[in-house]
């Protein structure tokens, strides 16, 4: 049982980013030309600099579940 | 005249099966990205014109085009989609590929390219007719007053300029479905499911789904025929955008607003209560007699008919929605071309602000 399940949902799932299809285009750009490991690895790192930009563990316990759930 | 249009071939074919069908379907647009009955494509189904369901199914690129649209390959495809006691008849299939393209310039001196001849999109989002639609609209005033000597032939090349950039920016939406729907590598694909997945429960995923954004005119933000903003406006009504619709009556009975613009240059006046100052209505009859003739119309939230002769055309905007979606407030007054956009605002009315505006958006100062 992981604490964000218990607490009050604190991770935010409305709509949050205004040019939706623009972030979605960078993101997919982001890895061009990359291979599987280094893709894995890029998206490591993007995982880690948004959470720190996070800073909330709540939050990022929350969405750890939520990313978990279907796996 | 050796003239090609560049861009970018999908590596994909799709089928489209044309069926009538007994059964009532809700008029509803379905997209299904990897579903059971043809897994690992995407299927969508859309209602047409005379009772019609269009239903394309992507294929991948190595399907043969001649044997995928025989009717024995294409029924068992519509029947594991509809169900087997589902009675249809084939209408009509056929099997595409599709280009994201556009010619470099869309006008070549005499020679004016529009539609299809001047650009491409996938099919995802209704872009393909709508745009030439509006490259027609956005030529035929200019062409009208070009001909009748009324403005200079560089207005023609504003045409190129305007639609090249509503050709890119419907060619950008285009590709961005395209994408979605069908990923281009692995990753890609990966980001795509783990977004339908979120979205069974987070709404934010569901707005990152895109299975074909339904196509909006182009905001032409950087024509040279816009005036820019001098005072402080908000929402989307800003020079080069469209026109929003709205509610409104007419001589008492509910109505349209673009009903009652586009077929000259049209001047809003937005007023308390249709009162306007002499001055205003003189300039207002100027306006009507000028060699790019301009149209004026009054908006006020209550008409009152006794006053009505002689003046300029009247619309009562009784829920202020006009007002609101224009962010209007009484003196406020909009320019708006021929072809429906806007091309210049103010808070306050000046005749000569507005024959300066005219003249900008015709290439005539």
Known sequence: MTKGASMPAKLNTEPNIGFYDEFYERLIEMHRGLVDEQSQAVNARLILLLANHIGDLDVLTEAMARARSDA | ?365
């Open chain 2, 1 to 365: 005249m050796g003239l090609e249009s560049k861009g970018r071939t999908f590596r994909d074919r799709f089928l489209i099966a044309d069926v009538k069908m007994k059964a009532d379907f809700p008029t509803e647009r379905w997209f299904w990205f990897d579903p059971p009955f043809h897994p690992g494509q995407s299927v969508l189904l859309h209602r047409q014109p005379d009772n019609i369901w269009r239903i394309d199914f992507q294929l991948g690129w190595d399907a043969d085009p001649v044997v995928e649209r025989q009717p024995e390959r294409v029924i068992p495809r519509v029947k594991a989609l509809l169900g087997e006691q589902t009675e249809f008849e084939l209408e009509w299939c056929s099997v595409y590929t599709f280009s994201c393209l556009r010619m470099e310039t869309f006008r070549h001196g005499r020679v004016l390219f529009a539609g299809d001849s001047a650009h491409g999109v996938s099919p995802f989002g209704a872009r393909g007719a709508n745009s030439g639609v509006q490259d027609a609209e956005n030529l035929a005033w200019k062409l009208k007053l070009v001909l009748e000597g009324k403005a200079p032939e560089q207005l023609l090349d504003t045409y190129a300029s305007e639609r090249e950039y509503a050709a890119d920016e419907n060619i950008l939406n285009s590709t961005r479905a395209t994408d979605f729907i069908t990923p281009k590598s692995e990753i890609s694909r990966i980001f795509r499911d783990a977004t339908l997945d979120l979205a069974k429960d987070c709404a934010f995923a569901r707005r990152l789904v895109n299975s074909g954004r339904l196509s909006v005119p182009a905001t032409l933000v950087h024509s040279p025929l816009n005036t820019p903003d001098c005072d402080d406006f908000a929402g989307a009504m800003a020079p080069g955008a469209a026109a929003l619709d709205a509610p409104v009556f007419v001589d008492g009975k509910p109505d349209w607003f673009l009903r009652q613009i586009g077929d000259r240059f049209t001047c809003l006046f937005f007023t308390k209560d249709q009162m306007l100052s002499p001055q205003t209505r003189e300039s207002i009859s100027a306006l009507s007699r000028a060699n790019v003739e301009v149209a004026s119309i009054v908006v006020a939230p209550r008409i009152h008919p006794a006053s009505q002769a002689n003046g300029p055309r009247l619309i009562e905007d009784r829920d202020g929605l006009l007002a609101e979606r224009f962010d209007a407030a009484p003196d406020t007054v909009y320019l708006i071309r021929p072809d429906q956009h806007v091309c210049a605002r103010w808070r306050s009315f000046t005749g000569e602000r507005v024959i300066d505006a005219v003249a900008r958006a015709t290439c005539n100062s």
